[in-house]
């Protein structure tokens, strides 16, 4: 089992939907969570960071954590075509090294 | 404020020829550095990181090498080519002691 599984996509919305992208993760011991976006070869981007359980808010974006299920989720708000790009959850662990997982793809049709 | 920067961006190398990817960082000392390979559906593989000046860990074993000759400058290197070198390469950095990764803009390699 991988320490962390995120669910490739495709994933293609309509501008204004609400989008749920997710991870799961295999060690209860993860206490950190973060999102970053990468659009088309380009470096990934930090969105979200947050600590144990419970929601963060940031503008339109809200990530989740629920650590009973070891599932880490981030949701977007009236989606727009620049939330087009790719997602990638991570969690890091020892010595600064991270788990990532291997990004949802999402499109965001005008 | 800090600025991580790589180059090249683009890179087109026969097999068997060398390679030196530069990543340097500004607007911060001491900064933890990694070298990740990114293959499209296979995520992020973390190749080398730096603690500090001439302290490099491995972790993948394969025929590339890194080097960090200045604090704030990280070096990816190869003798030779391989086909399955090919992919984009990102460097990253992080405050030490701390869990973000900041990442540059990435090196796109395209081994023929």
């Known amino acids: 089992q991988k320490e962390v599984e995120q669910d490739p996509g495709p994933l293609s919305v309509p501008e204004g939907a609400i989008v749920s992208l997710n991870c799961t993760y295999s060690?209860?011991?993860?206490?950190?969570f973060m999102w970053y976006r990468q659009y088309s070869r380009k470096g990934p981007e930090l969105l979200m960071y947050t600590y144990s359980s419970g929601n963060k808010e940031d503008g339109r974006l809200t990530a989740q954590v629920d650590k009973s299920s070891k599932y880490i989720s981030l949701f977007i708000r009236d989606s727009q075509p620049s939330d087009s790009a790719t997602y990638l959850c991570a969690i890091p662990f020892t010595g600064n090294q991270f788990y990532f997982g291997t990004g949802t793809s999402l499109t965001v049709i005008p | 404020s800090q600025t991580i920067h790589q180059w090249p961006a683009t890179l087109v190398q026969p097999v068997g020829s060398p390679l030196s990817l530069e990543c340097t960082v500004e607007g911060t000392s001491n900064p933890n550095l990694y070298w990740y390979r990114q293959a499209a559906g296979r995520g992020l593989q973390l190749l080398f990181y730096s603690v500090g000046i001439g302290q490099i860990s491995s972790e993948v074993p394969q025929n590339l090498s890194a080097s960090r000759p200045q604090d704030r400058q990280f070096i990816l290197s190869s003798k030779k080519l391989l086909l399955s070198d090919s992919g984009f390469y990102l460097c990253?950095?992080?405050?030490?002691?701390?869990?973000?990764?900041?990442f540059g803009p990435g090196t796109r390699l395209t081994v023929l």
């Open positions: 060690n209860s011991a993860f206490q950190y």
């Open positions: 990253a950095w992080s405050r030490p002691s701390t869990d973000t990764q900041y």
